[in-house]
């Protein structure tokens, strides 16, 4: 049999040859199959942008075929830029067929330079190093409809920027609030819950130049018209083993940085609506803040929680234990409650509501009107609790919570018992204010404190608080430091009398759990006022690397007007030196709805020189 040659068949084959031209060379199958075509740049294989679908400005250099071994990646800066370089485990090399590359620019072509060792099916070893030219796409966002989103991804501002944190690297969580396509759906059955709570994620990785280097698209993964693919994405933190593990919604999850799954899980039937926190403890397991399905309540009424269970889960995903908070603290505690501001509590911005609080006559109320939900209030499936954050401590087997609608920091042991709050004592019942901690100054005297305020002192509880956290490395069986920030709602149990005289705080913390008392070692924001006044969200966190504390204020300068946002807040992102009143770097994060940003480590994420575990 014959075939003749088509001159449409020959256009197309010397097409093919003229793009082996320069340093790009096809390379194409044969008889098992349809061809297959694709271009190499350089000595190995081809190049596959965004290789798990989730993270645009990744890619991996396949290793065609060979052996590869001792690989190093450098992502040249653009003109006084930030130098993104790491070396690559073997293991990494297997798993992903190739050269992991992050931290390409966006819409950019990045010139990437890699060195590695090749090794052919014959055992011979050639040292090669040569530059690839990456080009990767814009920023993708969804668009929102509202006149405050300006832009894509969030705009960045470099204010300061100590050379000792020039190859620091930031992985920001913020939120796209209120898109159209979210869930309009809630929990009926039975009532109650947060899952009316779906924003579009906007997490970005930027380096200390301010420029975005990675950022998650998660169409993937996520849907915000289904019930189990949608929420907010919270919770970030990257474990030893360099992996991002985080949740949203119904699911927790674990994801390599270059986008690679390692579970997407569903949460176990019993519990509902993540946000918040997910905590790697040290025992190997995870502390998730969840919600509980369905609680019969002493007065019959069967409802969903919210935001008050902490769910620990083995690395398989079985429960292996639950802290049931309104079992363990009193849900009908409502001195902060009472206090806070209506139009800022848990995002419900409404600046018609502004300044105004709730009284014991509204609390009563809602139990007779049956209202649920995701709602300031008091007992079982109302947010009387809001909890943040939760770290598990190693030494006493234990976990500390920060629970915002308390304006509370509780440690609670693996036996349900609380072994101290840190807090001011009002309106807890006896049997817990006993346990609030008592305050001291630098000689461990005790202070005056009544009311909720010290005398005389810098001293100051936490109120409306995010993120406490135990300084693991500072920190053993008697003392911990701790990290937090002070949002400072309901400062005092009360509002005050102008609404620019409300400030936050970064605050650090020592307690003496023999002594029970604690002291307060530095703070930073009170001085700024009212412009760095964050009412909802933020982040405080000490870094071990570099002995700093990392600081996010995530919510100040937001514009309201007629009740509604004008303008997204304008996140400051701040590291100081340890004991520092003034930071080393500033970001001023421009335009973004902020939750929470934390250092992110490259070597860890590729170089594993004591082994993935």
């Not at 620019?105 to 890699?114: C, H, I, L, M």
């Not at 620091?168 to 979210?182: D, E, F, I, Q, W």
């Not at 800022?344 to 509204?362: E, P, R, Y």
Request: with cysteine; aromatic share 10%.
């Amino acid at each position: 049999m014959t075939h003749s040659f088509k001159p449409a068949a020959a256009a197309a084959l010397l097409a093919i040859f003229a793009l082996t031209a320069g340093n790009v060379a096809i390379a194409q199958g044969g008889t098992s199959g349809a061809a297959v075509k694709y271009a190499k740049q350089g000595q190995i294989g081809e190049i596959i942008n965004n290789p798990y679908d989730i993270a645009p400005l990744t890619a991996i250099i396949r290793n065609g075929g060979y052996q590869l071994t001792g690989a190093s990646v450098e992502i040249v800066p653009k003109p006084n830029g930030s130098l993104i370089k790491y070396d690559v485990d073997d293991t990494e090399l297997r798993t992903h067929g190739g050269i992991p590359v992050f931290g390409l620019y966006p819409d950019f072509v990045n010139t990437v330079k890699v060195s590695y060792t090749r090794i052919s099916e014959t055992g011979e070893k050639k040292a090669i190093s040569e530059t690839y030219r990456i080009y990767a796409p814009p920023v993708y966002t969804e668009g929102n409809g509202t006149v405050s989103q300006k832009t894509t991804m969030f705009k960045t501002r470099v204010v300061k920027s100590d050379p000792k944190f020039k190859d620091r690297l930031y992985l920001v969580n913020n939120l796209l609030v209120s898109p159209p396509k979210g869930s309009r759906v809630i929990w009926n059955n039975p009532a109650g819950g947060a899952l009316e709570w779906s924003f579009y994620p906007q997490n970005a990785i930027i380096d200390a130049s301010g420029e975005v280097r990675w950022y998650l698209n998660p169409d993937k993964i996520y849907d915000m018209s289904s019930v189990y693919r949608a929420g907010v994405m919270m919770g970030f933190q990257q474990g030893k083993d360099g992996a991002l593990t985080w949740g949203y919604g119904q699911r927790y999850v674990k994801y390599d940085i270059m986008g690679r799954r390692i579970f997407n899980r569903r949460l176990p039937i019993n519990y509902n609506d993540f946000s918040h926190s997910m905590d790697q403890a040290q025992n190997g397991d995870f502390l998730l803040r969840v919600a509980s399905s369905d609680v019969k309540r002493p007065d019959g009424k069967e409802v969903r929680s919210v935001r008050d269970v902490i769910i620990e889960l083995s690395p398989d995903g079985r429960v292996v234990d639950e802290w049931r908070l309104f079992d363990i603290l009193d849900p009908y505690r409502s001195i902060v409650l009472k206090s806070l501001d209506q139009g800022a509590v848990c995002l419900n911005l409404d600046a018609n509501a502004a300044g105004h609080t709730i009284s014991a006559k509204d609390l009563a109320a809602q139990d007779k009107e049956d209202r649920w939900g995701d709602i300031t209030g008091v007992g079982i499936g109302r947010n009387w609790a809001h909890v943040n954050s939760v770290d598990y401590d190693p030494t006493d087997d234990s976990i500390i919570i920060s629970s915002r609608h308390q304006s509370a920091i509780v440690k609670i042991g693996r036996d349900k018992k609380v072994k101290w709050i840190l807090g001011a004592p009002d309106g807890w019942k006896p049997e817990f204010a006993k346990l609030t901690l008592t305050p001291v100054d630098a000689k461990g005297n005790p202070l005056k404190c009544e009311g909720g305020a010290c005398e005389n002192t810098d001293f100051d509880w936490t109120w409306t608080q995010h993120t406490a956290f135990r300084i693991d490395s500072k920190s053993d069986k008697r003392y911990i430091y701790l990290s937090v920030f002070d949002n400072g709602d309901g400062r005092h149990f009360e509002q005050p009398a102008l609404a620019d005289m409300k400030y936050s705080r970064a605050v650090i913390y020592k307690i003496d759990q023999e002594k029970r008392t604690v002291q307060q070692l530095w703070e930073y924001g009170k001085e700024l006022g009212h412009k760095w006044y964050s009412p909802v969200t933020s982040l405080v966190q000490y870094e071990p690397d570099k002995d700093s504390v990392m600081v996010y204020s995530a919510t100040p300068e937001m514009k309201l007007e007629h009740g509604k946002a004008v303008g997204a807040p304008n996140p400051y992102l701040m590291e100081f030196n340890y004991g520092s009143k003034e930071p080393a770097l500033e970001i001023r994060i421009e335009g973004s709805m902020g939750y929470q940003a934390m250092p992110f480590r490259v070597e860890q994420a590729f170089n594993h020189k004591n082994g993935v575990k």
